[in-house]
């Protein structure tokens, strides 16, 4: 016995200039059928959540799935595959196409030369998948548009879950954020890391979908914004404190990868932020709430049920007068 759900969907041209566009969505469970051999000419991310079973690719090779897995099905790719005959699979999928999926494949986020790939779990895409699935509603007027994003969230949530991947991120990944900001060469962090450059490289493209120097360049420039926007510190301090001795090459890659000039940035964004920007990051589930002057309010945050207003603080003591 098995059980299945699935909805289709046919966007318009507009929404596959998106860059995704979602086909279809399925949640299925049990001593499912086996699918094909067929070939499909889109993306289809197949998430098996529990149970087991086993995929066959164009080689003929048989490769056993084991839960938490994803299956990735790609255009022209011919594929056979289905869950075990005696125990079953809980399985869900996404159908998807767009110009978008040649980027994500080489970021590495969907994988072509490994079609079966081992999860460290299922939540964040099923998550996902639960919000194609809600928004396939008939007669959504959003349909496409809410489908083809969370398409983009199902991409994410399987690379962060990707088994060969820690939960805290890849360590080499960290240190480098962690020296960003250092006036080394490639070859140089490479060496702390008792790498060479080409085993870096492998490591940042396999974490991070690029270049060690894209990477280490994207934070660089990153905090330059930040300092620009939010300080009034001269350009050639900024580029220094970001890992850029020469401040005219600094600006010169600032206004190639940016599209402005630092300068020009400088007068568009900035900011007068006295003390610098906070570095906590607020809480999106619990927002501060300012009463608005213009209801008749005194401006300070009203206080909401549940929670409790922090003591007033004591008054400060008077100055007494110079005698």
């Known amino acids: 016995m098995y059980h299945t ?22 949640l299925q469970h049990g001593l499912l059928p086996t699918v094909g051999p067929r070939t499909l000419d889109h993306h289809v991310a197949v998430v098996i959540s529990a149970g087991g079973g086993w995929f ?7 490769t056993t799935v084991t839960a938490p897995a994803l299956i990735w099905l790609t255009p022209g790719v011919r594929h056979h595959y289905g869950p075990d005959p005696d125990t079953g699979w809980d399985e869900c999928f996404v159908d998807f ?71 805290d ?6 240190a480098l954020a962690r020296d960003a900001f250092r006036p080394l060469s490639v070859a140089e962090h490479a060496a702390r890391h008792g790498m060479t450059p080409a085993e870096l490289r492998t490591a940042v493209r396999r974490g991070a979908g690029c270049s060690p120097k894209d990477y280490l360049l994207g934070i660089r420039l990153g905090r330059a914004k930040e300092l620009l926007a939010a300080t009034e510190l001269p350009v050639a301090a900024v580029a220094r404190r970001v890992g850029y001795d020469d401040p ?11 599209g ?21 990051v607020p ?15 005194t401006g300070e945050a009203p206080v909401r049920q549940g ?14 007068p110079a005698t």
């Open 169 to 174: 991120g890849d360590p080499v990944l960290q």
């Open 307 to 320: 929670h409790t207003p922090p003591p007033a603080p004591p008054p400060s003591p008077r100055p007494r």
């Open 56 to 62: 066959r690719g164009p080689d003929g090779r048989r």
């Open 283 to 297: 809480d999106p589930d619990d927002p501060p709430m300012l009463r608005s002057p213009s209801r008749g309010g």
């Open 97 to 167: 196409t767009g110009p978008a999926t040649a980027t994500y494949t080489e970021l590495g986020y969907i994988e072509p030369s490994r079609p079966v790939v081992p999860l460290s779990d299922a939540t964040g895409a099923r998550a996902a998948v639960g919000r194609i699935a809600r928004a396939a509603r008939r007669g959504n007027p959003l349909l496409e548009v809410e489908t083809g994003a969370a398409v983009h969230e199902l991409l994410v949530a399987l690379r962060r879950a990707r088994a060969d991947i820690a939960p």
């Open 5 to 26: 759900w699935m909805r289709y969907f046919t966007p318009s041209p507009a929404h596959h200039k998106l860059g995704l566009a979602c086909l279809g969505v399925g």
């Open 260 to 280: 402005t000039a630092p300068v020009r940035f400088r007068q568009q964004q900035g900011r007068a932020v006295p003390g610098g920007w906070s570095q906590q």
């Open 248 to 258: 005219a090459y600094f600006s010169r890659l600032f206004t190639r990868r940016v």
